[in-house]
Each structure stands twice: as structure tokens, then as C-alpha cells.
């Protein structure tokens, strides 16, 4: 009996394969463009911050308990000490996951209110837990579709429940992740974050700056407290390694109602200059 000839496309250990690589690269590309057509998605709201944090009741429900079940401070061995102070600082970080579920779903709300389909605003995460997760749940709230742009990690599990199924991503390669992010961006909220919500907030200003991005995508960088303590950035100027215009890129919120109103008046501008073109 013949052996089955396999067809290139069909040779999964070609596929998997360093060589095949472009391939592969090629395909979460394609593919996702084609969904994102597919689901009338044309403009974003990205919301990037901590995969670690959570709502308020849990956060500090979760101290409370912590609280509960450990001796008395005195007491504590230094494991437990650190397990009380990463409670508190979650319980700290929490009040961001709310804000960041309320100004979703009111961006959601608006857009849908006042667009029609084919031209609406959608939230846009990386599909993750923590800040992702709270920025799909606020347009679930609002019984709008959501974007969630997922990345294969061997630590987050998969894709949160709130996000659209059919907008849900999960991206083996950074780069092309991050392509989506900014490829259909009106909008850019960062709300407090690590390392990963650094390095995304910092590839879009400097694509801003250096003028790789040819539109015009407003930042907003949610919560003064923790990004006055985390960043001086105008010590940047300060050292002459950006121009002072450079801090325009960028305006710092507090408050939902806030950033709700500046980010609203910043789309409907550049809807009104695109009619006008």
C-alpha cells in the first residue's frame, strides 16, 4: 500500500517548523484582519494595565481574610508578612479595576448611542485577567462587542470571559499583537501596570514621536498617584532625551467622568475631520 503523499499545507511538522516560520507569522496576520473586517471593527479604544489586579469587593475581601486567618503581627514569619503586603497593594490596585469597568462601559455606551455599527468605537484589551478583563466587562455591561487581543503564556489562562467570542484573539507572536493594538487605535488608556503595560505604553509614544504612526492616537494615562510616583517624566526633558513637546503626547486623568469627557470630545474632533476629508 501506497504511502499518502502530504500536501505542503497539510504537513503539520513542516508548519511547526523554525523554517515555516514566516508562515506562521503570516497567518495571524491574515487571519486576524479578516475576523476584525468581518465584525465591522474599524475603530479602537485600547485599554492596556496590571493582569494582577481586581475588583474592589475581592481585593479586599481577600485582605480580610488574609487578615483573618494570620496571627497576630508580632507574629507573622516573613512569607506571611509578604503575603499581607502583596493583599494590601492588590486591595490598593483595585480601585482602578473599577474605574476601568465604569469608563468602558460608558465609552461602550456612547458610542453605540450615538455611531452606527459600522463606524463605532470598541474596547479593545489583551484579553487577559486584571485590567483586560475589566475593560471587556465593561462593554459586556453594555451589550457591546469587545476586542481581545490574547498572547500565549505559560502563566495567564486564556482568554477572560467577557470579551466578544468572535473578537477573541490569542497570539503566539508579540510583534503581531501589538500590530492590533495600534493598526485600528483611536484611543490609548493606560491604567496602572508592570513591565508588560510599560513596554506597551512606551512602543506608542515612540511610534507617536518618531512619527512611525501616521494618525494621531491621544493617550491617557489613568490614576496621578501612581504614575506621578512611578514616572518624573519630565526629568526626560530635563536630561535633553525628549523635547518638551514630547509631554504633550500624553495627559494624565483621575477621575472616570474625566477621562470619559476628554476622550469623547477627542473622537468626535477627528470624526469630524475625517467627514471633512
Known amino acids: ?121 470598541h474596547i479593545c484589551s489583551g484579553g487577559g485577567p486584571g485590567m483586560m478583563e475589566a475593560a471587556n466587562k465593561g462593554a459586556h455591561q453594555a451589550n457591546a462587542k469587545s476586542v481581545a487581543l490574547g498572547i500565549s503564556l505559560p502563566f495567564e489562562q486564556g482568554i477572560n470571559q467577557f470579551a466578544t467570542p468572535e473578537l477573541a484573539f490569542e497570539f503566539h507572536y508579540f510583534f503581531i499583537r501589538k500590530f492590533y493594538f495600534l493598526y485600528h487605535a483611536k484611543a490609548v488608556v493606560a491604567f496602572p501596570g508592570g513591565f508588560g503595560t510599560m513596554d506597551e ?15 494621531r492616537i491621544p493617550i491617557y494615562l489613568f490614576g496621578n498617584d501612581f504614575w506621578s510616583k512611578l514616572i518624573d517624566f519630565k526629568q526626560f526633558v530635563k536630561f535633553g532625551v525628549i523635547s518638551p513637546e514630547d509631554l504633550e503626547l500624553f495627559q494624565v486623568v483621575d477621575e472616570v467622568d474625566e477621562a470619559f469627557k476628554l476622550i469623547t470630545a477627542d473622537l468626535q474632533r477627528m470624526n469630524s475631520e475625517c467627514e471633512q476629508t
Not at 500536501?7 to 496576520?29: G, Q, T
Not at 475603530?43 to 492596556?48: I, K, Q, Y
Not at 516573613?78 to 482602578?96: F, G, H, I, T, V
Not at 505604553?201 to 494618525?215: C, N, P, S
Open 201 to 215: 505604553l512606551f512602543e506608542v509614544l515612540t511610534l507617536i514621536q518618531t512619527k512611525k504612526i501616521g494618525k
Open 1 to 121: 500500500m501506497e504511502n499518502k503523499i502530504l500536501k505542503a499545507y497539510e504537513n503539520l511538522d513542516f508548519l511547526n517548523s523554525h523554517d515555516a516560520r514566516p508562515i506562521r507569522v503570516l497567518c495571524e496576520l491574515v487571519e486576524s484582519s479578516v475576523r476584525l473586517e468581518k465584525e465591522n471593527i474599524s475603530n479602537t479604544l485600547v485599554f492596556f494595565g496590571s493582569a494582577r489586579s481586581k475588583p474592589s469587593h475581592e481585593a479586599h475581601n481577600n485582605l480580610e481574610k488574609l487578615i483573618g486567618a494570620l496571627p497576630g503581627p508580632k507574629q507573622h514569619t516573613e512569607e506571611q508578612e509578604k503575603q499581607l503586603q502583596k493583599a494590601k497593594s492588590l486591595a490598593d490596585l483595585s480601585p482602578y479595576y473599577d474605574a476601568a469597568v465604569s469608563l468602558s462601559q460608558k465609552l461602550s455606551t456612547w458610542s453605540k448611542e450615538n455611531f452606527p455599527p459600522d463606524n463605532q468605537f
